[in-house]
């Protein structure tokens, strides 16, 4: 099959964004679509929600598909954001082989797709690569405790084996990999019933449910408010061929999830009580990126403080959960 031409001076670039209807996703089809770019958006719906992409059906450089990567793809695009796959524990826990393929076959076909285009691939890879960390904060250096059999196993081998793919790939056809490993990203877009720490606690504060803290609090995240992480993708992808990473992006600001559940509740002023819930099993204890490379690389750091972040995205959901109330029943 002809591979297309090299983008032409002056000719939009045309990308290729899978999982596009989803939380980072969209934010991403937004940033490339505001800088000119034709956007292709392939998704399978499985946690990509209409909503998220509605603003952008209006303006005729985007595009969307409905595709599961899984399944090869045939199309002419200049560039590919690989961000398709289910990234909340209770999301890809619930068909775990589907999420093992959805980052293995997916990857393969995705840098089939790139190679047969000699396109730039970035992978959206995670943090979740480096496990039950024994190190901290952690380096791209550091290879990672993760148990290979457990129910976190079909993300965290899945990703890390696409990785290996996105490496192999380079190592053998020399194809032009962006690898970023992202830290616990939260902002508007995130799914009601997404089950991530940070959605969840907002969606509880303002329904004034109890607010579940698993285990006793004292586990560490630190979290990348989603306009920055975009800022950081964006950068990524533009610079310069030799940067391939793996690199982290994420904030290096740490929190307990008991001082996130307070932070919250100040925020919303809710009522909500605390109440502990099991630990989930092989739940990481600590976690927080050294962002050392991405700071000297990209000249790329996060700028928004969580407190500001939160308020952003407690303002989106108190929106949608009131557009949710005004809906009729389905
Ligand atoms: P999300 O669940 O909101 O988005 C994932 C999107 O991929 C959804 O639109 C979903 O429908 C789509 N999808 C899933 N399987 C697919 C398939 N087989 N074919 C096509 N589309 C498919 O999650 P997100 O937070 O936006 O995460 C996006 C990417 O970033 C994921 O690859 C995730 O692993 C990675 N990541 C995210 C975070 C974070 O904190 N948000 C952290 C680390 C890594
Ligand atoms: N592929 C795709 N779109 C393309 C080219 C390839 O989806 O434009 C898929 C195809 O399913 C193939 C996979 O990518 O199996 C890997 O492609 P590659 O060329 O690396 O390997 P091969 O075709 O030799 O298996
Ligand atoms: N968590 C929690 N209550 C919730 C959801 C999550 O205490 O309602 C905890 C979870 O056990 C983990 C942390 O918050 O220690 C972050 O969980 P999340 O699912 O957001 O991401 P990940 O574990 O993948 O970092």
Same mark, same amino acid.
């Given at each position: 099959m002809a591979r297309i031409a090299p983008t032409l001076r002056g000719r939009r670039k045309r990308v290729l964004v899978t999982g596009g209807a989803g939380f980072l996703g969209s934010h991403l089809c937004a940033r490339l679509l505001s800088e000119g770019n034709e956007v292709l958006c392939a998704d399978n719906f499985y946690t990509g929600e209409r909503d998220n992409i509605l603003p952008l059906l209006e303006n005729p450089l985007f595009e969307v598909i409905r595709h599961d990567i899984t399944f090869p793809l045939?199309?002419?695009?200049?560039?590919?954001?690989?961000?398709?796959?289910?990234?909340?524990?209770?999301?890809?826990?619930?068909?775990?082989?589907? %999420? %093992?393929?959805?980052?293995?076959?997916?990857?393969?076909?995705?840098?089939?797709?790139?190679?047969?285009?000699?396109?730039?691939?970035?992978?959206?890879?995670?943090?979740?690569?480096?496990?039950?960390p024994a190190v901290h904060p952690q380096p791209e250096t550091y290879w990672g405790h993760v148990n290979p059999i457990g129910p976190r196993s079909c993300y965290d081998e899945g990703k890390r084996c696409a990785e290996t793919l996105f490496f192999d790939y380079l190592r053998q056809y020399g194809l032009p990999i962006k690898v970023a490993r992202i830290f616990n990203t939260y902002g508007p877009h995130?799914?009601?019933?997404?089950?991530?720490?940070?959605?969840?606690?907002?969606?509880?504060?303002?329904?004034?449910?109890?607010?579940?803290?698993?285990?006793?609090?004292?586990?560490t995240r630190a979290f990348c408010y989603v306009d920055d992480l975009i800022d950081g993708f964006v950068r990524f992808m533009a610079s310069d061929a030799e940067i391939t990473g793996p690199i982290n992006l994420g904030n290096p600001e740490e929190f307990t999830i008991a001082e996130l559940a307070s932070l919250v509740i100040e925020l919303t002023g809710s009522r909500s009580q605390l109440v502990n819930r099991p630990l989930p099993a092989d739940d990481p204890k600590q976690r927080c990126p050294d962002i050392s490379n991405a700071r000297a690389s990209l000249g790329w750091q996060p700028s928004t403080p969580l407190r500001e972040g939160l308020a952003r995205t407690i303002d989106y959901f108190d929106r949608k959960l009131a557009t949710l109330a005004a809906a009729p029943a389905p």
């Open positions: 045939y199309v002419e695009v200049d560039e590919i954001y690989n961000l398709a796959c289910p990234a909340s524990p209770i999301h890809y826990q619930l068909d775990p082989v589907q %999420t %093992t393929k959805t980052s293995v076959h997916g990857a393969i076909n995705m840098l089939g797709l790139a190679k047969r285009l000699n396109a730039r691939i970035f992978q959206a890879s995670t943090s979740e690569v480096y496990g039950d995130m799914h009601v019933d997404d089950g991530r720490v940070v959605s969840n606690f907002i969606v509880q504060a303002l329904r004034g449910d109890p607010i579940t803290i698993y285990g006793d609090g004292r586990q």
